[in-house]
C-alpha cells in the first residue's frame, strides 16, 4: 500500500509539474516582437515608461499624504514639497526619455538603419 501511495504522489507531481511548464510556454515577449535595434529600445522604453507612470502615481499620492500629514509644520511641508518636486522631476524625464526613443527609433527606421 505504501508503495502505491508513493507512485501516486510521484506521479501527481510530475502531472502538475508539466501543467506548470505548459503554463510558461504560452508566456508572451513583454517587448513584443522586434525586428531590429531601434524597436527593441523603442519597446524596452515603453516598458520602462509604464512601470515608471505606475511609480510616478503611487509618489505623487505618497506626497499627497505627506503634505496632510504635515498639518503645518513647516519642516514637513518642506520635506513634502521637495518629495513632489523630484516626483515631478523624475516624471519629466521619463516622459523625455521615451519620446527620445522613439524619435531616435523613427529616425533611424526612416534612414534605414534597421538590422532586419
Known sequence: ??????????????????????????????LGANDNI???IKSVAD??????????????IYSGFLFVQAQGNEEKL??????????????????GAATLAAVVSNVAGDLGFGIN
Open 78 to 95: 518642506k520635506t513634502a514639497r521637495k518629495n513632489l518636486m523630484w516626483t515631478l522631476i523624475g516624471a519629466v524625464v521619463l516622459l
Open 47 to 60: 516598458v520602462v515608461a509604464r512601470i515608471g507612470a505606475a511609480i510616478v502615481v503611487i509618489m505623487v
Open 1 to 30: 500500500m505504501k508503495k502505491i501511495l508513493n507512485e501516486i504522489k510521484t506521479r501527481g507531481i510530475m502531472a502538475v509539474s508539466v501543467v506548470h511548464a505548459e503554463s510558461f510556454a504560452n508566456f508572451k515577449n513583454p
Open 38 to 40: 531601434f524597436d527593441f
